[in-house]
């Protein structure tokens, strides 16, 4: 498996709180992205990144944004989490734009 | 926005029969890949497509990519039970974006 971890892998908070996922990898791609996975939905790309502080919005965007400082590591932020956004969360990596995209083991994150 | 449909949702089958999901977008696509999915794991990559018209095999898969760019398909000869999991097709146009299907979740009965 690639060198891509997810922290944390498992999160339970309240509505109306801040809550970070990192991803973090040790493969020096260029491109990271953030998908959330729910049933009947597949995968969803919330916010992808082609580069340090590049980023941009994906389909399900609204309500996180991101963060990336340094090649390895992609913040995703839900600045007040809600219920709808209880999900599991999948970080991936690739390192060209149209390559095979390897994934983190996945945060499960439950939001009461 | 781009749209890619899934089909079926779920799969049962007997071990040793054959399997196939079907992928289909709603705008013509540059490529295409699948992934696999086991139950309490996370997606990987299978392979990618990008002519019409190809064909690839791994071993005992077929991938298929339409002529006009807009569906493909997995096939599975003789299932296993290590065949089990969901199956996705992800497809992209332009852009940085891969849209992903629903998934088809297999079932192999031993």
């Known amino acids: 498996d690639a060198g891509i971890t997810q922290s944390p892998r498992h999160k339970v908070t309240e509505t109306g709180t801040p809550v970070t996922l990192r991803c973090h990898q040790t493969?020096?791609?260029?491109?990271m992205y953030w998908y959330r996975q729910d049933p009947g939905h597949g995968l969803r790309l919330i916010h992808y990144?082609?580069?340090?502080?590049?980023?941009d919005k994906g389909e399900v965007s609204d309500g996180y944004s991101v963060s990336r400082s340094k090649t390895e590591d992609f913040l995703l932020t839900l600045e007040s989490a809600t219920s709808s956004q209880t999900s599991v969360y999948f970080c991936?990596?690739?390192?060209?734009?149209?390559?095979?995209?390897?994934f983190g083991p996945g945060t499960r994150l439950t939001v009461l | 926005g781009q749209q890619v449909m899934q089909i079926p949702q779920y799969q049962h089958v007997q071990e040793g029969e054959d399997f196939t999901t079907y992928c289909n977008s709603s705008?013509?696509?540059?490529?295409i890949q699948w992934y696999k999915q086991r139950p309490g794991g996370h997606p990987v990559f299978l392979i990618q497509?990008?002519?019409?018209?190809e064909v690839k095999k791994q071993k005992r898969l077929t991938f298929q990519f339409g002529e006009a760019k807009k569906n493909s398909s997995l096939h599975i000869t003789a299932t296993q039970t290590t065949d089990v999991g969901t199956y996705f097709c992800?497809?992209?146009?332009?852009?940085?974006?891969?849209?992903f299907g629903t998934g088809t979740s297999l079932t192999v009965i031993p």
């Open positions: 705008t013509t696509l540059s490529n």
């Open positions: 991936a990596i690739s390192d060209q734009r149209y390559n095979e995209q390897f």
């Open positions: 497509l990008v002519k019409s018209g």
């Open positions: 992800a497809g992209s146009n332009t852009g940085n974006q891969f849209y």
């Open positions: 493969e020096n791609h260029r491109y």
């Open positions: 990144s082609y580069g340090v502080k590049d980023t």
